[in-house]
């Protein structure tokens, strides 16, 4: 199964058509994606799962602007962005979509607020300070912003790294393992806020994760295996999911 049941004409926060990504050349080519299609509508949250090795991570980057396919096209709305410039592209991904990774990737000697500014402050373009704070309001870290990442609980600095994606308030949040360094139970904290993000502000969020119970918050689940896009469930249980992915060899 190549392509989501979504009917092409729904309006789309981003799409995947026909997408292919290998690596290396000659014999020792790994084909990551063969021909991926795939859509996320808007105000919806997807989570991708598959076994190690199956594209999930490789597909989030291609959809996120952070990786270029080898063939196929990649669209945010109505904007094809494969083939735009690379400084167009990153211009455009700063301000339309938002990425949080397992590792949070803070800087230890700046603080929770400077975090967040950091990827303005990068582009050149100056901070605004009221979006900053509303945008740790959002996750929960009201008064922390002079606090530095070393002084926060694991859970607080991934919702540091949240808020930071969040600041441009983009239109789609990609999330890579965004639990897998956390306990259980901060772990479920995180994943509530995504899932507030999408119910209450009308976010799109497409969320890699190895854990069902995790994709359980989710409103459909995409399964991987070999590059393909194997099954698709809608608002499935966390046991629903393992047992898909057992079968799959996750």
Not at 34 to 47: D, E, H, I, N
Not at 116 to 133: H, K
């Amino acid at each position: 199964m190549a392509e989501t049941t979504m009917d092409t004409r729904t309006a789309t926060a981003a799409r995947a058509e026909d997408l292919h990504r290998a690596y290396g050349r000659g014999a020792a080519t790994v084909h990551a994606l063969r021909g991926v299609s795939v859509a996320l509508a808007p105000g919806t949250f997807t989570a991708v799962m598959g076994p190690s090795g199956s594209g999930k991570t490789t597909l989030l980057h291609c959809l996120a602007g952070m990786d270029r396919p080898t063939r196929g096209t990649v669209r945010w709305g109505d904007t094809d962005v494969t083939r735009l410039p690379e400084r167009k592209l990153a211009e455009l991904r700063r301000t339309r979509v938002g990425f949080v990774f397992q590792a949070f990737n803070l800087m230890p000697a700046m603080t929770v607020a400077q975090n967040v500014e950091l990827p303005g402050r990068l582009s050149g373009t100056r901070p605004d300070r009221a979006r900053v704070l509303e945008a740790l309001a959002r996750v929960g870290l009201a008064g922390r912003e002079r606090h530095r990442p070393g002084q926060l609980s694991g859970g607080q600095q991934q919702r540091v790294a949240i808020a930071r994606a969040l600041v441009s308030r983009p239109r789609v949040l990609f999330a890579d393992e965004p639990t897998g360094a956390l306990d259980r139970a901060t772990g479920h904290e995180i994943l509530a806020l995504l899932r507030e993000g999408v119910d209450r502000e009308g976010q799109t969020c497409a969320m890699v994760t190895h854990d069902p119970v995790a994709a359980g918050y989710a409103d459909r689940v995409l399964l991987l295996a070999d590059g393909l896009v194997v099954d698709e469930l809608d608002r499935p249980t966390a046991s629903e999911v393992a047992a898909r992915l057992g079968r799959l060899g996750g």
